[in-house]
């Protein structure tokens, strides 16, 4: 079964600070990863994606994925309240299918 | 706007109804997904089409039956329903699905089974 795994949270930050959402993984041969925010009764929407090793970096948002730990992570920059939302780590894992994780809810306090 | 479009956005059904979900995409694309996201629960993979051809059937049960009649549609046929099959069901669209491509999400419709 392959899985891809998230905290579910809340992650508490305040606002200005970095939020760092975390995401694991276990089918190593996935080769893309994407990261979704989905506002509460709304329907996700793409932030970012990252195919390579290393840092990907978009405004306030830096992708980080690491293959060989088989690790994925998303850093907020100088947090917003309007970023709290749940974020959702997907992982292409072969073929035709996109598996997400059950998602991150992360609360930025003004 | 995400130039993917789903109606209806609310539905309350019967088990013994029969009902459809419909999805459009503005977007060019050439696959289409349909998703059931429950509460507390990540979203599931329930179907893709690519180029109009069902490529994926996550072991969904027969009571859900998609069809697509071209890349910019994808129906989503509902009958004798369970109580459990109340989520929002959305539906995505991505340039293929075979590469690496990212989807795009509707608005999904919220489905309720009495």
């Known amino acids: 079964q392959k899985e891809v795994e998230q905290n579910s949270g809340p992650l508490s930050v305040p606002e200005g600070a970095i939020a760092s959402l975390n995401c694991t993984y276990s089918?190593?041969?996935?080769?893309?990863f994407f990261w979704y925010r989905q506002y509460s009764g709304k329907s996700p929407e793409l932030i970012m994606f990252i195919y390579s090793n290393g840092d990907k970096e978009d405004g306030r948002f830096t992708a980080q994925l690491n293959k060989a730990s088989q690790y994925v992570s998303l850093l907020i920059r100088d947090s917003q309240p309007s970023d709290s939302a749940t974020y959702l780590c997907?992982?292409?894992?072969?073929?035709?299918?996109?598996?997400f994780g059950a998602g991150t809810r992360l609360f930025v306090k003004a | 706007e995400t130039g993917v479009t789903q109606t209806p956005r609310h539905l309350v059904m019967g088990m013994t109804n029969k009902k459809s979900l419909k999805c459009e995409q503005h977007l060019g694309h050439n696959a289409m997904y349909w998703y059931k996201q429950s509460a507390k629960k990540p979203l599931e993979l329930m179907f893709v089409y690519n180029f109009k051809e069902q490529t994926e059937n996550n072991s969904v049960p027969s009571r859900f039956s998609p069809e697509c009649p071209n890349s910019s549609h994808l129906f989503l046929h509902l009958h004798t329903l369970q109580p459990e099959d109340s989520a929002l069901y959305l539906c995505a669209s991505s340039q293929e699905a075979s590469s690496n491509y990212e989807q795009y999400f509707g608005p999904g419709t919220r489905l309720t089974v009495t």
């Open positions: 089918d190593r041969g996935s080769q893309s």
């Open positions: 997907a992982v292409k894992v072969g073929g035709f299918k996109t598996i």
